[in-house]
């Protein structure tokens, strides 16, 4: 556990890209569903805003961002390419429910 106590981490640009990506999914999802009767279709997240509005979802989001850079640090200081790889994948894989919700967002607009 001796990278728990590490001074720094190994992927900061990438983490404040996923943190970022991690923000504007929650805007964009409130957005979508607020102003375009979209539908949450993650079960968890769409549970937690019956449950808790909005402002559920902050916590559930971020909870998965302290968990994805935690194995991203564990897996980097064993293997640096393949703890970064995931880093990338992590910001990927975020960022395309943003592009959706904008394709989605445009879409709207151009039809009005």
């Avoid at 279709?41 to 979802?57: C, S």
């Avoid at 902050?58 to 998965?64: E, G, M, S, V």
């Avoid at 970064?84 to 943003?98: D, E, F, W, Y």
Wanted: aromatic content about 8%; overall charge neutral.
């Amino acid at each position: 556990m001796r990278w728990l106590t590490e001074k720094h981490v190994l992927y900061p640009d990438l983490y404040c890209w996923y943190v970022l990506a991690a923000t504007l999914d929650i805007l964009m999802t409130t957005i979508v569903m607020t102003h375009f009767d979209a539908i949450e279709v993650n079960l968890i997240a769409a549970h937690l805003i019956e449950r808790f509005g909005f402002v559920g979802l902050i916590p559930l989001k971020f909870a998965t961002v302290v968990l994805v850079v935690l194995i991203c640090e564990y897996v980097g200081r064993e293997r640096h390419m393949t703890g970064q790889r995931v880093a990338i994948t992590a910001v990927g894989l975020s960022s395309l429910p943003v592009v959706a919700a904008l394709a989605q967002v445009g879409l709207v607009m151009l039809v009005l």
